[in-house]
């Protein structure tokens, strides 16, 4: 664990020049991942694997420096720093962020046609200073073989790249600034387990028992043996192959009303199973049982006849229960810590004075630098065509969202949080319709579809987790918040540099299949408009008050075993790859409390980390020998 010090280690700028020169080289490395060789996703994971392999490759690094010259070696302040710095720098790049955004820009333009009819029914809604609308700067992109480093190429993209790194940097200050206010309710009031922090903060600290522990090892052994072995497999086949990946179970399951169950899988994922055992019992427990709790509502439903309501391949009915779930949690979290947000509105306006020293910068601050933010993102949708009033509305369930995800994994550390198709946009089209929106909103939502059509590992919740290391390694906040803001605005304009580096050579061709969902829903929602959807508003009310009667519930009987935030997540479409292995982990750790009690769990924790580290450190090698090589190669997560 941490030591305590006297006085808050600072973060030095050798720490935060480090990170940004880290963050061009994670970016190509994510993009390449990814998008061109899906050998590896870590953005759809809550800890992502390349920052904790970064990280481990650093604590390696510096046990050598330590040797041979101490006074260079790093502090625990600036692994601190360069570890976060790439978190936020990745989950900006990742596959529900800006790896959407950049095929966006393009799409419409390129693969108009006249039987899509594209150009007559949305072209004149898009704002052409946010996209590319020069079919011979695209050329290049699309079909390969070109370079990005011309005067046309670069001319083309230069507005665009500076107008959404504009917008995201504002994007993400709004988060942070809403961390900022609530951290200190839920770190220290609250106390929440933070339960995703334990690798990164085990590195940190340069734990000599940590990295001596002999079942730390073992588990890394375990782990990394399996993606070893399966990658020499991937390789050359003749090698054994080990089972560990998904397999859907759907095939046994013939007959009705059992057949009406969509995707259900099992699956041995080593780091997950480490990750899982982090979370808390009723938690975990939560997870796997409303997992089969929604897929038996699925067989119940067509056994009743009910098959249209409940749809068989996007599992509709109890998507929404789920996603009903996220603002129940909000509005209860919310109304827990209801005195601290009074308190933090009473020092702002001068009413009492309120204790912010501890914080990354004054409340104060935070609250006008937040407002600031939101005012330039109504501003850059005013010049997008959109009504404000659309605009205040979408952002405020947006960011209400994303505080939602925040606080899950603050809560529970879940390893996966995704939310297909549940966004800001998705709950007006179903509230009021898309023909009461008007084409101008729709076709500047279709923009949006980076930021909205998955929450996999949102930037809300790394900044939050690392205010939290911040506050655990005993770190200056007000320091530290130079390194977060510095790498929110390299990230974006590293991601644009990586992307268009490697398609402007590879082509792009193969890999737009993120403008197609955007454009394709665009169309059909202009082409077939839609009233107020009460079906799917029904299920997400039910999801709704269902998270806050569990909530409810946990709060009067201290026996009650079912955790609302295990509801909300259980009904993603990433739980259906993972469900399984938190219920091993569920059991192992209730066992291993049962009969050993609490000293014999803290003495497993071990094992269960180097579960993690190994998959995420051997999964991550393999990714780097396919890019070095340029071959394809395994990747340990689907």
């Not at 590319?132 to 190429?153: N, V």
């Not at 549940?422 to 500047?444: W, Y």
């Not at 665009?522 to 997400?540: A, E, N, V």
């Not at 990714?623 to 997560?637: A, H, M, Q, R, S």
Request: proline content about 5%.
């Amino acid at each position: 664990m941490p030591k305590d010090f006297d006085s808050p280690s600072i973060v030095t700028w050798r720490a935060v020049l480090i990170g940004l020169l880290l963050i061009p080289i994670n970016c190509y490395w994510i993009i390449q991942m990814e998008v061109v060789r899906y050998s590896g996703i870590p953005t759809t994971i809550s800890l992502l694997f390349n920052a904790v392999f970064c990280l481990f490759a650093l604590s390696l690094l510096n046990i050598l420096v330590h040797r041979l010259k101490p006074r260079f070696a790093f502090s625990e302040a600036e692994f601190l720093a360069v570890y976060v710095m790439i978190c936020l720098a990745s989950a900006i790049a990742g596959h529900g962020f800006m790896q959407m955004l950049v095929p966006i820009m393009a799409y419409p333009f390129w693969f108009a046609t006249p039987e899509n009819e594209w150009r007559e029914i949305f072209w004149r809604y898009i704002p052409r200073w946010l996209t590319i609308d020069d079919t011979k700067a695209l050329e290049g992109y699309y079909k390969g073989e070109s370079t990005l480093y011309t005067q046309l190429h670069l001319g083309e993209w230069g507005i665009p790249v500076i107008a959404w790194t504009a917008f995201i940097f504002a994007l993400v200050s709004v988060m942070l600034c809403i961390n900022i206010i609530l951290r200190k309710q839920w770190a220290e009031t609250e106390k929440l387990a933070y339960p995703a922090i334990q690798l990164p903060l085990e590195m940190m600290t340069q734990s000599k028992s940590f990295l001596n522990n002999k079942l730390m090892w073992l588990g890394f052994a375990l782990a990394g043996g399996f993606d070893l072995i399966n990658g020499l497999h991937y390789i050359f086949p003749q090698v054994p192959y080990i089972p560990i990946k998904r397999h859907n179970l759907h095939h046994f399951f013939t007959e009705a009303p059992w057949n009406a169950i969509y995707l259900f899988r099992v699956s041995f994922y080593p780091f997950a199973i480490g990750l899982s055992y982090f979370m808390p019992l009723d938690v975990s427990f939560s997870c796997w049982f409303f997992y089969l709790f929604f897929k038996g509502q699925q067989a119940m439903a067509s056994g009743l006849g009910l098959g249209d309501v409940y749809s068989p391949t996007m599992d509709m009915a109890t998507d929404e229960q789920s996603w009903g779930g996220y603002p129940g949690v909000l509005v209860v979290v919310l109304w827990m810590g209801r005195k601290h947000v009074w308190r933090v509105l009473q020092g702002v306006f001068g009413a009492k004075p309120v204790d912010d020293s501890k914080e990354p910068v004054r409340y104060r601050t935070a609250v006008i630098w937040g407002l600031a933010s939101f005012a330039f993102l109504l501003f850059f949708c005013h010049q997008t065509g959109m009504g404000i009033w659309i605009c205040v509305l979408f952002f405020l369930i947006y960011f209400g969202l994303s505080t939602a995800i925040s606080r899950i994994r603050a809560e529970i550390g879940s390893p996966v949080h995704d939310m297909h198709w549940m966004s800001s946009d998705e709950i007006l089209f179903r509230s009021i319709g898309t023909r009461a929106l008007g084409p101008q909103n729709l076709t500047v939502f279709s923009l949006f579809y980076f930021f909205n059509r998955a929450q996999y590992s949102h930037v809300m919740p790394q900044q939050l987790e690392g205010f939290k290391l911040a506050e655990r390694v005993n770190v200056s906040n007000r320091l530290f918040i130079w390194g977060l803001i510095t790498a929110c605005i390299l990230a974006p304009l590293a991601t644009f540099w990586a992307y268009l580096h490697i398609f402007y050579e590879r082509g792009a061709v193969l890999w737009h299949w993120q403008g197609a969902e955007a454009y394709g829903r665009l169309q059909r929602w202009l082409t077939y408009p839609t009233s107020i959807d009460l079906t799917g508003l029904t299920f997400m009310g039910v999801g709704f008050f269902s998270a806050i009667f569990l909530y409810l519930m946990r709060m009067r009987f201290i026996w009650w075993p079912f955790h609302p935030v295990g509801y909300a997540v259980s009904g993603s479409e990433y739980m259906n790859n993972i469900w399984f292995c938190i219920l091993i982990g569920w059991f192992i750790k209730g066992t291993i409390l049962r009969h050993g009690g609490v000293k014999a769990h803290q003495k497993a924790i071990p094992l269960f980390l180097g579960l993690i580290l190994g998959e995420f450190t051997i999964g991550s090698l393999w990714t780097i020998v396919g890019i070095v090589l340029d071959i394809p190669t395994y990747g340990f997560w689907f």
